[in-house]
């Protein structure tokens, strides 16, 4: 069956240091691919997607991720986090409308 | 962003009985809505795809008769879980794009969390 899988349950960091959160997918053909992030008490919002064309994708809020085919993954980067940026994270890959969520990484900042 | 609403946020109900939660698009049209579950510490899991106007298409091991969906405006949507039983207790979220395709953006509600007595 397909799946999503993301591989840290919880991360905790301190502020300023460098963040990534693995997701791996086992999807064959042709796919696309979302994080999506989930602060405190909110619904969850779209941070960024890929389509087609640069690997490298850039976000909002200094996010990017990078879809590595060979790798089958889609990890969500930020250089340097921040206490805000305490939250749920999701990564989500769609396949000729199936559409799928990892289970998410919670991730806590230290200020 | 868009946004979308869902109502209640939060419900309690005793085995047996229905309950009805609202998914609305407050300031753009839904063309497809979607519904999830999700369990504590897991993905959410779609359980069902509906465009306005048309009958939800179920995901597999999703019971129709069960989870009522209907969208029948382009800025709201319904999802009646009928006789409930404690293991339907979970965390549904609502999301809505503009589009037909689920590769359009989802915009996504703030979740109801239903428990069954």
């Known amino acids: 069956a397909q799946s999503v899988s993301q591989h840290n349950h919880h991360v905790i960091l301190s502020e300023a240091a460098s963040l990534e959160l693995g997701c791996n997918y086992s999807?064959?053909?042709?796919?696309?691919l979302f994080w999506y992030v989930q602060y405190p008490g909110q619904h969850l919002q779209l941070l960024l997607k890929?389509?087609?064309?640069?690997?490298l994708v850039k976000g909002i809020k200094g996010f990017e991720a990078e879809f590595i085919k060979s790798k089958f993954s889609f990890n969500l980067r930020k250089p340097s986090v921040q206490w805000s940026d305490t939250a749920e994270y999701f990564c989500?890959?769609?396949?000729?409308?199936?559409?799928?969520f990892g289970a998410g990484t919670r991730l806590t900042v230290k200020p | 962003g868009a946004v979308v609403s869902q109502h209640p946020s939060r419900v309690i109900c005793k085995s047996g009985t229905s309950v009805k939660i609202e998914c609305r698009s407050l300031?753009?049209?839904?063309?497809?809505m979607f519904w999830y579950r999700q369990f504590p510490k897991q993905s959410l899991m779609l359980m069902a795809t509906?465009?306005?106007?048309?009958?939800?298409?179920?995901e597999q091991g999703v019971e129709k008769d069960k989870f009522l969906i209907n969208h029948a405006s382009l800025t709201l949507s319904t999802l009646t879980v009928t006789s409930a039983h404690p293991e339907d207790s979970s965390f549904y979220i609502c999301?809505?794009?503009?589009?037909?395709?689920?590769?359009?953006?989802?915009?996504f509600g703030p979740g109801t969390r239903l428990t069954v007595l």
């Open positions: 989500a890959v769609n396949s000729l409308n199936d559409m799928r």
């Open positions: 890929y389509f087609s064309g640069d690997p």
């Open positions: 999301s809505g794009t503009e589009g037909l395709s689920s590769t359009d953006t989802q915009y």
């Open positions: 300031d753009f049209q839904a063309t497809t």
């Open positions: 509906s465009n306005e106007g048309s009958k939800a298409t179920y």
């Open positions: 999807y064959g053909g042709t796919v696309n």
